[in-house]
């Protein structure tokens, strides 16, 4: 007796526990991603061990009469065990802190999704499997019959509120694997949090109590446990219709087929050319006008190639949204993206594509194509009404929309305010320590592409100026002109073009209006994509031509392995990339090393890229004119490549080689480092690169070399 008393006191405990844990899990904006993994690895123990203790029910399962009660128990049993082991799974597939070694055993952007309808089906059948046995748990308690009704009164109240919360917070989605990411309120405090869980949790402990009782209880009509659920739901659904849920459902309805009224675009004019008209594309109307292009000297994390000036441009159509995934299959009959999703923007194209993509859309609207495109450059007819890049001095003057902060947004964005690597808010790098000082906090990192129009639109209308997928521009990079003033092109020549405004996995400094990313013609990248203009009123009578000047693929050669490492992660992949090429290696090392403390290496880190800083090296390379090929590694760093990469990037003339990036991180794939290594080796091509999650695990070698192959390195 007291050995079956012991058994049953753990296994109550063990279902607290899970209950306790399931409250954190769901407070995902409260707990951060480290701890929200962690609680789901404890989940996971917990469960197995509630299996265990369990285990002489499932030799039961097929034996015996089965009543409408142990159906319904065996059913929701089964459905909660299969929902908590693939929310598991697709956790740990997408884990960062817990058991990275186990980062991208499936498809990211697939388990993502799972793992999130999973998650709130376990949630739903926990409550449904605890209501369950709400009647054998409160057996013991005697009371009298005001007492019932006041309990019974308060249960039915709490179910219905916590429905209606159910609802408002948009948890149905999750279910019917609707929303590819967890769309959170992070101004929520945690005892709010807390407190709608556990209200949205009683809903389904109600629930599954009134279905145990409509199979078990003989004495009441079945009416009467009918009723009451009923009731329940009709209080969520009138307080629903009371305070409408303001959750968009996989964001795809936002902005859809429609462009902002006049009264939100103070640049709209009435006095529109006939052309707009005749062509209905949902582009609006940027009308000219003269800006500050680049950023002051005293914006934080500012970069000397951001020099502040006056510009004028002339008024351009613009698409409200970043051309998505279902337009760009349309004209193009492909879909080269790496998230998929018909109003994803579409991405992994390169500056040649955007162009001819551009001419598509011309050719379809009845436009005349802008570009010339040979296999040897392209010709900008200025004078042309079809679509086309943005200049980056449009792209700038439409991104601030008369704002002249960091940010359109005025203040710095959250996670909940655009779609970028929300863990590193604006000015997080010196205040990582310590963030209270920060305008924003700390936010959700989705790790994919979302919906264009998911977010709020800047003062003109525009959508996704900052994050969700850089942008391509026309330019060529390079120094500004401080003597092109009016509607500027960028350098005559060049070999790296312009993209603007951040993708979903770069930090919040290189979202600011003023950042220039930079990329050979055919870089291609999960994070950047495009966005279309048209000229409007009265144009110039000019053509330009961009040609690269980049040489054509090295493929033979001599190769060089130069690397830096400081926790060993990058020396372990640099030495598997020798053991399968025979390489030279020299391993890049600081005269003064870091330190080798975690916490103060950030620290290090940071301030030698906030001042730009070239720390000189040890080692130095005696011929660097003999090696054809560079292989380069690093680890990521704030979303860059560690200083001591740009000092040896800067000592040597990389001229007509071929560097081909590899680099280890924790979760931001190269952040911005490929467009600082295209910056800092402009004469030199740049090959496909390779991102390993920390060490790569077990398919490290065979990752490297799919990755020697894409390059042509044998």
């Known amino acids: 007796m007291q050995r079956k008393r012991n058994d049953t006191l753990i296994k109550r405990t063990v279902d607290i526990c899970m209950s306790i844990v399931l409250m954190c899990l769901m407070a995902y904006q409260v707990t951060g991603e480290a701890a929200h993994e962690w609680s789901g690895i404890l989940m996971t123990v917990l469960m197995i061990v509630h299996q265990i203790l369990n285990r002489r029910w499932y030799g039961t399962v097929f034996k015996g009469r089965y009543n409408a009660y142990r159906l319904l128990l065996t059913a929701v049993n089964v459905l909660l065990v299969i ?31 799972m793992h999130l309808s999973m998650s709130h089906w376990a949630f739903v059948f926990m409550g449904i499997h605890l209501g369950l046995h709400v009647q054998a748990v409160c057996a013991g308690l005697k009371l009298n019959s005001r007492q019932k009704t006041a309990v019974s009164a308060l249960s039915l109240c709490m179910a219905g509120a916590g429905l209606f919360l159910f609802l408002y917070n948009g948890m149905q989605e999750y279910l019917l694997f609707r929303v590819p990411f967890a769309f959170l309120d992070y101004e929520k405090s945690a005892v709010r949090v807390f407190a709608e869980n556990i209200l949205m949790f009683l809903f389904f402990v109600y629930t599954g109590a009134q279905a145990a009782l409509l199979c078990t209880d003989r004495k009441r009509k079945p009416v009467v446990h009918i009723g009451q659920t009923a009731a329940a739901v009709i209080i969520g659904l009138i307080l629903n219709a009371v305070f409408p849920s303001p959750f968009k459902p996989d964001f795809a309805e936002a902005g859809m087929n429609s462009s902002p009224p006049a009264e939100e675009n103070p640049e709209a004019t009435a006095d529109e050319p006939d052309e707009a008209e005749e062509i209905s594309d949902g ?93 040897e450059n392209v010709v900008w007819d200025r004078s042309a009404n079809g679509y086309r890049l943005p200049t980056e001095a449009e792209w700038e003057y439409a991104c601030r929309a008369g704002t002249v902060t960091p940010f359109n947004t005025e203040k710095s964005p959250d996670a909940s305010e655009a779609n970028f690597y929300g863990h590193y808010p604006y000015e997080i790098e010196e205040n990582y320590f310590d963030n209270s000082s920060l305008e924003a906090r700390p936010g959700e990192y989705r790790q994919t592409t979302v919906a264009v129009g998911s977010f709020e639109p800047n003062a003109w209308g525009l959508y996704d100026c900052h994050g969700n997928v850089n942008e391509w521009c026309w330019d060529y990079y390079g120094v500004y002109d401080p003597d092109q003033t009016t509607d500027p092109a960028g350098p005559s020549s060049g070999t790296r073009h312009v993209y603007r405004g951040g993708g979903w996995n770069d930090f919040a400094k290189n979202m600011r ?71 030279d290696m020299i391993e890049i090392t600081p005269a003064v090393p870091y330190s080798t403390d975690y916490n103060t290496v950030l620290m290090e880190a940071q301030e030698d890229q906030h001042r730009q800083a070239r720390p000189e090296l040890s080692v130095h390379v005696d011929h660097m004119e003999d090696y054809d090929i560079i292989l380069l590694g690093y680890p990521n760093w704030w979303a860059s490549i560690p200083m001591p990469i740009a000092s040896f990037l800067e000592e040597y003339d990389f001229s007509g080689k071929r560097i081909i990036p590899f680099c280890s991180h924790g979760g931001g794939r190269f952040g911005q480092s490929l467009t600082a290594i295209a910056k800092l080796a402009p004469e030199a091509d740049i090959g496909e690169g390779l991102s390993v999650h920390y060490s790569g695990g077990s398919t490290l070698p065979d990752d490297i070399s799919a990755w020697l192959e894409t390059n042509g390195i044998k």
């Not at 929902?83 to 993502?112: D, E, I, N, Q």
């Not at 193009?332 to 923007?345: C, I, Q, V």
């Open 283 to 375: 582009f609006v109307l940027v009308e000219g006008g003269t800006f500050l292009m680049g950023s002051p000297d005293t914006e934080n994390w500012r970069i000397e190639d951001e020099m502040q000036h006056e510009v004028t441009v002339s008024s351009f159509y613009i698409d409200v949204f970043e051309t998505t995934q279902e337009e760009y299959e349309r004209l193009t009959g492909t879909n080269p993206s790496t998230f998929s999703g018909d109003r994803f923007p579409v991405e992994n194209i390169s500056w040649l594509e955007a162009v001819q993509f551009a001419n598509l859309k011309s050719t379809e609207a009845g436009l005349q194509p802008v570009y010339t495109v040979t296999s």
């Open 513 to 583: 209006s003023a950042y220039r990313a930079a990329g050979q013609s055919d870089m291609k990248s999960y994070n950047l994509g495009l966005r279309l203009v048209r000229n409007a009123g009265s144009t110039m009578n000019q053509t330009l031509s961009a040609s690269e000047s980049v040489p054509g693929q090295q493929t033979g050669g001599r190769i060089l392995i130069a690397y830096f490492s400081w926790g060993g992660n990058t020396r372990g992949i640099a030495q598997e990339i020798q053991n399968q090429t025979g390489a």
């Open 83 to 113: 929902s908590f082991v693939l929310t598991a799974f697709c956790g740990m597939a997408m884990s960062t802190y817990a058991v990275p070694f186990l980062y991208g055993m499936a498809r990211v952007s697939f388990v993502r999704r």
